[in-house]
C-alpha cells in the first residue's frame, strides 16, 4: 500500500455516474446523502473501500458510491464481506443490507459474521417491509402487520436487530435514523473506527409500502419524549427536559419512569463498553412494542479481536515456526520412496 | 519349526475387515504404506459405514479397507478379494460375497462367541456349520495371544485387546513377507507419545508375525516382488490429500494466496483438514457456518484478488448452486470441488457415485455454463486441481472440479513432480483504465474482454482509478453497468456461453487408447472409472476383443475431437456409476448411439463388469 496522504475529497468524489433509482421520497436518499458526505472525512481511500450488499432496496446502493462495489445474492453479503476482509485486511469493507435480507434469508450469516469479529461495518436499513417485492410482511413488522402476504394481519412476532446482534454479542451495535443525518454521520464514522464487526441499525422510511413506520418515534414533533440518546458514562434520560429515565426493576429488566429527586441516583447509567452484553441487551428491550421510548446511539463497543488479523496471526506464526512453503518438502510430508 | 514353502504372486487383493472401532482403516493403511515402500504397484478402496460408531458388532457398523498389490502396473484396488481378514462375525458376513471362490479367510476366532454371532445374524456358528467349505479358512486367537504378550508390560487387558489389529497386521505381513522394520518405526513414531499404547502395539504386531513362522497353521507363505515403475520418487497419497496439494501448488505458481471456505462435509471434509494444515503456504482455510457462507466467502476472497475455492459434496453443491451463478455473472475465478457421493439428498454419504455430472453441467437457473474438470486417479487429483485453477484464473469463472469418494480416499503411488515443472498461471490483474469516454476521460470497464479468451479483467480493490461496481444484475457489455435492455442479456448470454466453449482451444484432445487402431467398440469413460475401465478393457483385449479406450477429464467443454472419436467406432459404451449421465451429454452433443452401462451400488466397477459389458455388446465373435 502507498503511504502517500490520502487524497482530499468532496462528496462528488464518491459519487457514481449511476442514476439513483429508489423511489422519490425513499429514506435511503438521506442514508446515501449522509455516507456521501461523511466519507471524505473519514480518512479512508476511495480505491480501498467497498461496498457489499445483497437483495433489496437497500442492496442498490454499492452502484451509487464510486468505489469498489458488488451487488450480491440475497441474505448472503456478509459472508462475502468475510472472505473479503479475510483475505484484504487492508480494506474498509462495509456491507449494506435491510432488515428482510440480513435478518431473514441472511439471518445464519449475519449472526456468524458478528460473533467471529471479522472486520466488516453492516449498516442494516430497517424499513420492516419488503419493498423491493412491493409490499410483504418483514422479520422487524410489527405483529398483525397487514399487507398482501397476511392480510389477515401477520402472526410472527418481530426481531430487534439491536437485541439480535447483542445476542450473537456483536462487539459493536449501535442504532440510528434517517431523519437525523448527524446522528447518522456519528454513528456511522464510530462503527468505521470501531476494529471488528460492526451492526449499525439504521430506521428508515419505505413511503411506498410503510409509510411513517417510525414517525411515533423519529418525527420531529416525537423525538423528545421518543428518543433516548444514549451516551457513554451518562445516566440513562430523555425527554426535552430530561425529566424521564431508564431504571431497573428488582427482576433486572429495564422501564422507562419519570425522574426524580428520590429516584435520580439509581438511573441505569450508560456504559458502551461493559463486555457483559446484558445492558446494552436491557436497553435493546424497552423497545419492545411500538410507540414505546427508543434508545439511539451506540449500544455496545467492546474490545475483542478482530477475526482477519487473528487468521493472518496463525499465518504468520506457523511461517515462523516452519518457514516459508515449500513444494518440494509438501509432496514429501507423508513420506516418500526412490525408484532407480 | 516348519518351514513354509515360499510361492511367487503377480498381485493379490487383501480385504481387512473389522467394526468400526477395530481400527481397520489404519491396518489397511500400514500394510499398503509399507508395499509401496517395498515397491509394489497397489490401489486401495476404503469402505466404511457413515455412522462413527454403530452398534458395535453389527452389519451396519463393518468397516472395510481393501488394498490390491502386484508386481505389474495396475489401477483397481481388484475386483474379489483373495485374502480376508475378519476380526469379527459381522466383517466375516458383511464380505463373505464379494470373496473368490477359493479365497482365504483370516478370522479372529476369539470375536465368534455366541452374542458377536447373534450380533452379527447368524444363526449358527459359520466357523462350525460347514457354509465356508469353499474357502480356505484360517482361525487365529488373535484377542488371546495380544493379551497374553502384553501381560507383563504393564497394559491393563482391555487396553491390550485393542491392539488386535497389530497382530493382525503382523501376520498378514508375515504371510506376505512384508519387511517389519518400516512397521515398527511407524508405531515407534505414532505413539511415542503413550509408551503403554506403544509397546502394546509393538508386541502384537511381533507376535502376529511370529505366529505365522511357528503355529504350523499356514501351509504357505507367499511374496510380491516389486513392480517395475518409472525412476522417480514416489509417495502413496489418496485422492483428496492429491487435490489439497494441486491447489495448494497451482496458487503458488499463480503467485495468489489461497483461500478455501468450507463447510464440513463427507468425504470432502479431509481436504480442509489438509489445507488447513498448511498455513506456511499462506492458505487461509474458514470454516464458515454453512455450504451457502462456504462459497460466498470463496467469491468474497476471488473479489479481493485471492484464488477463492470451495469443498464440499452433493448437498453442499445442491446449497451452492445460487452463488455459483453469482461468480459465474461476476466473472471472477472461482473453483468448487465437489467430492461425489451417493445421493439423492444425504443418501450414501462414504460410497461412490457420479451422478453429479448434471448437476455440475445445469444446476443453475438461466443460462448459466460453467467449466467442468474431473480427476480419474487418486493421483490425478493433483493435476486436475492444478487445470481447474488454470481454467477458474484464466477464464475468470467458476469451475467445478469433479472428485468422488473412490478417488477422494483411495491411494496410488503417486510420481513426485518437481515443481520448477508445474505450470504457471498468470492472474493478470487489471492495473490500469482501458476506455476512454466520449468526454475524453480515461474509464475503467469491467466487462470489457479479452479478445482470444473473452475474459474479462480482473481488477481487486485497491487500484486507483480502477474504482467499479458489479454485481448479479445483468450487465451492460463493456462498461458493466446495470442493464435490462433484452438485446444486450442475449448478446451477454451469447458471450458467457462463448467464452466456456473457448476453452476448448486450451484443453488437450482425448488421447484415445487403442492399440490396433481398428476397434470394433470404444468405451468412454469419465473421472473415478478409470481403473476399472482400463483393467476391463485389457481383460477384453486379451481374451481377443478389439476395443479402444477414451478416459474423460473435462467435461465442459469437451476436447476438441471428441465428435470425430465417437464417430470413428461403430460402438459406443459408456460405463458411469449412475442412470447415464455422460451417455445423454454424448448423445445430445454428438448424435451418436452412446450406449449405457450403469452401477449404482456405492462401489466401484469391478473391471470384470467391464469385461462382461464389453463381450456383450459385441455379441459373438465373428
Redesign the interface.
Known sequence: MTMTPVPLTTRKDWSSDQEVRWCPGCGDYSILAAIQMMMPDLGVRRESTVFVSGIGCAARFPYYMNTYGVHTIHGRAPAIATGLAMARPDLTVFVITGDGDALSIGGNHLIHALRRNVNIKILLFNNRIYGLTKGQYSPTSERGKITKSTPAGSLDRPFDPVSLAVGAEATFVARTHDMDRAHMQETFRRAHEHRGAALVEVYQNCNVFNDAAFEGITGKENRGSMLIQLRHGEPVRFGAEGEFGVFRTPQGAFVTDRVTSENESHLVVHDEHVSDPSLAFSLSRLTISDHEPTPMGVFRDVDAPEYGASVSEQIVQQQTAKGLGDLASLFRSNGSWTVS | MAQQELSTLGSVVLRFAGDSGDGMQLTGERFT?VS??F?NDLATLPDYPAEIRAPAGTLAGVSSFQVQISDHDISTAGDAPNVLVAMNPAGLKANLGLLERDATIIVNVDAFDERSLEKAGYDTNPLEDGSLGQFRVYEVPMTTITTEVCKDAGVKPRDAERSKNFFALGLVSWLYSRPTDTTDAWIERRFGKNPLVLEANRRAFRAGYDFGETAELFDARYEVTAAP?????????TGN?ALA?GL??AA?KASL?L?L?SYPITPASDILHELAK???????T?Q???E??GV???????????L?ITTTSGPGLDLKS??I??ALS?EIPLVVVDVQRGGPSTGLPTKVEQADLLHAMYGRHGEAPVPIVAAITPGDCFNAAIEAVRIAVTYRTPVLLLSDAYLANGTEPWL????DD?PVVDPKFADATNHVADDGSEQFWPYLRDENTLARPWA??????????????EKADGSG??SYDGRNHERMSHLRRDKVAGIVASIPDVDVDDPTGDADLLVVGWGGTYGAIATGVARARAAGRKVAHVQLRHMNPFPGNLGDVLRAYPKVLVPELNLGQLSRLLRAEYLVDAQSLNKMQGVPFRASEIASAIETTLGEQS
Open positions: 504404506s509401496a515402500l515397491g515403475f518409472p525412476s522417480g520418487e514416489y509417495a502413496n497419497i490429500t496439494w495448494i501448488a503458488q494466496p483461500f471456505g498448511h498455513k506456511e503456504f499462506g492458505v487461509r474458514f464458515a457456518e454453512d451457502i457462507a460466498a466467502s470463496a467469491i468474497g476472497a476471488s473479489y479481493g484478488g485471492a477463492g445460487e452463488a451463478g453469482l461476476l513426485i513432480p518437481n515443481p508445474l481487486p480493490p485497491g487500484v486507483p482509478g480502477l474504482e467499479h461496481r458489479i454485481g448479479g444484475l453497468n446495470v
